[in-house]
């Protein structure tokens, strides 16, 4: 039985309740001088729910009108309820009466409740599962409870599609979530078949764009189908074609697969990328705020962007960082800008609000060189010119090493810079590794 559920349980001559608990009392119901008929359920009903229909629950429950019940069988259908996950608390009550049963389920539905997500059953469309799903899960809606037994339940009424279409794969499931997190929801998987992708397209791309679509697909090559690998491919390297020609608010559905060859060795599929661009953009302005260490003039230059042209976000996001770096070179090793779009539907026009936080300056802290002999790590040293105290120019290791790796000494060797920020004495300590090229 499951914890954390309160105790219902109440005796009377013809009549009882019982509620979810870890050790409920024993209870007999006397019902002596019945007629056999009392003992048929004639009706159901289901108070405190609102996300399941009654004919669900029943369903869930185990019971249907007609059988012959007792006690038991209340108790038994309370605690599949209970294990599902679905409920936070499930009690009962019942009546016999000549014509026959009569119930009435109490419950209180768990408001904790994560999507079901279907990362590679290309065999089923998302529709088609639901269907299924709903058909030999009766509680199932989309929506699963992060403990009880609906997951499984779940679980097995998938792999016994698989088996209907006699495919060797096993249903996985995962608790998925970002990182450190709260999860954000289940996903099943098969494992054990290949699935590849053979050929891809793109619904809801406009001439324009197509070609550029489908040069990244083919720079993607030969690939196994998997929708939680393909999601981020599509905001890695399909939005991005949007986002350059100003479609700031593009959108791309999940890839939907359908299946073109099937050999026992493995599965080819063609995949679907729905996109919906929205509305292309162009720059009406641009704002600076935040910065006192560099005016306007000094850092608008980075900016690639014009006024009346598409805003190409990509080559924002690329103008801001190289406009970031420069605060490096004074010590800034904190600062960021952020980018604020103020979108103007009617014109199709967005003015870029950019903030900047330049945060603290930072001094040179600690230098280790390590990889090379005594008398090398000595000479290198009092060649690096930044000093203890000294501001830190975020651009000097990388001209040191440039310029060390051209000594005659150092000629077939490498090296590599660990740069680690102290928050307490805002200092950075430099770590410079050494290793020679292997032949």
């Keep these: 039985m499951r914890r954390g559920i309160p105790a219902l349980f109440f005796a009377m001559l013809l009549a009882a309740t019982i509620a979810i608990s870890q050790n409920p009392p024993a209870h007999k119901s006397s019902n002596k001088g019945l007629p056999g008929s009392a003992f048929k359920l004639i009706s159901v009903q289901v108070k405190g729910a609102s996300r399941y229909k009654q004919a669900q629950i029943v369903a869930a429950a185990g019971l249907t009108l007609g059988q012959t019940v007792s006690e038991d069988d209340?108790?038994?259908?309370?605690?599949?309820?209970?294990?599902?996950?679905?409920?936070?608390?499930?009690?009962y009550t019942f009546r016999y009466s000549a014509e026959g049963t009569k119930l009435e389920l109490q419950i209180a539905e768990n408001g904790q409740l994560v999507p079901a997500r279907f990362d590679n059953l290309v065999w089923f469309s998302d529709q088609e599962?639901?269907?299924?799903?709903?058909?030999?899960?009766?509680?199932?809606?989309g929506q699963l409870p992060l403990s009880g037994n609906l997951i499984d339940q779940v679980s097995e009424a998938l792999q016994s599609f698989l088996d209907e279409k006699n495919l060797q794969g096993k249903i996985d499931y995962l608790?998925?979530?970002?990182?450190?997190?709260?999860?954000?929801?289940?996903?099943?998987?098969?494992?054990?078949?290949?699935?590849?992708?053979?050929?891809?397209?793109?619904?809801g791309a406009a001439p324009a764009e197509l070609p550029l679509l489908q040069a990244v697909a083919k720079k993607q090559g030969e690939q196994d189908f998997q929708r939680s690998i393909l999601r981020v491919q599509e905001d890695m390297n399909f939005l991005p074609v949007y986002l350059a020609r100003g479609y700031l608010k593009a959108s791309f559905g999940d890839a939907q697969a359908k299946v073109a060859q099937d050999t026992p060795e493995e599965t080819f599929v063609d995949v679907a990328y729905p996109v919906e661009p929205g509305r292309q953009y162009k720059v009406a302005e641009i704002h600076w705020a935040g910065n006192s260490v560099f005016p306007d003039e000094r850092l608008q230059p980075f900016l690639h962007l014009q006024a009346g042209q598409p805003a190409n976000a990509v080559q924002l996001a690329d103008d801001l960082e190289a406009a970031r770096k420069i605060y490096g070179t004074r010590g800034y090793l904190a600062a960021n800008i952020h980018s604020v779009p103020e979108f103007n539907d009617e014109a199709s026009t967005v003015s870029y609000h950019l903030r900047v936080h330049e945060g603290d300056v930072y001094h040179m802290g600690d230098l280790e060189i390590r990889g090379v002999d005594t008398r090398t790590t000595a000479r290198l040293v009092e060649l690096w010119k930044l000093h203890a105290g000294d501001v830190f120019d975020d651009t000097y290791p990388k001209s040191f090493l440039d310029a060390s790796l051209k000594d005659p000494s150092l000629v077939g060797w490498t090296a590599s810079v660990r740069q680690s920020l102290n928050e307490s004495d805002k200092t950075a300590d430099i770590s410079i590794h050494f290793e020679a090229v292997k032949k």
């Design 129 to 141: 599962l639901l269907e299924k799903l709903q058909a030999r899960v009766p509680l199932f809606q």
């Design 74 to 91: 209340f108790k038994s259908a309370v605690q599949k309820l209970g294990d599902t996950g679905a409920f936070t608390e499930v009690a």
């Design 175 to 203: 608790r998925t979530a970002k990182q450190n997190g709260p999860i954000e929801a289940i996903a099943f998987s098969v494992s054990g078949l290949k699935i590849t992708v053979r050929d891809t397209e793109f619904p």
